[in-house]
């Protein structure tokens, strides 16, 4: 009995670009109107996102800052301090 390639082959080959397609975007919209349930946590939240990223984004300059933000416990894998 002869087994034709063609169809094996058209399978794969179909598999192969359908799963080679680049991701659908997700999007949610920005809300202008958002109101956050406890303002005083949304603008401390605001705050420490703020001084945590202004800290990692000039890390070579403010290591220290930047370090400041974590645990004692991660300075070393056994939780031992570095000082």
Do not use: H
Not at 34 to 53: A, G, H, M, T
């Amino acid at each position: 009995m002869k087994y034709s390639i063609l169809p094996i082959l058209i399978v794969v080959i179909t598999t192969t670009l359908n799963s080679c397609d680049p991701p659908k975007s997700v999007s949610f919209p920005i809300d202008k109107n958002y109101k956050p349930d406890d303002e005083q946590l949304y603008k401390k939240i605001v705050r420490l996102d703020s001084l945590f990223f202004g800290a990692y984004n000039t890390c070579s300059a403010n290591l220290d800052q930047y370090g400041s933000y974590f645990s004692a416990a991660f300075a070393s894998p056994t939780g031992a301090s570095l000082s």
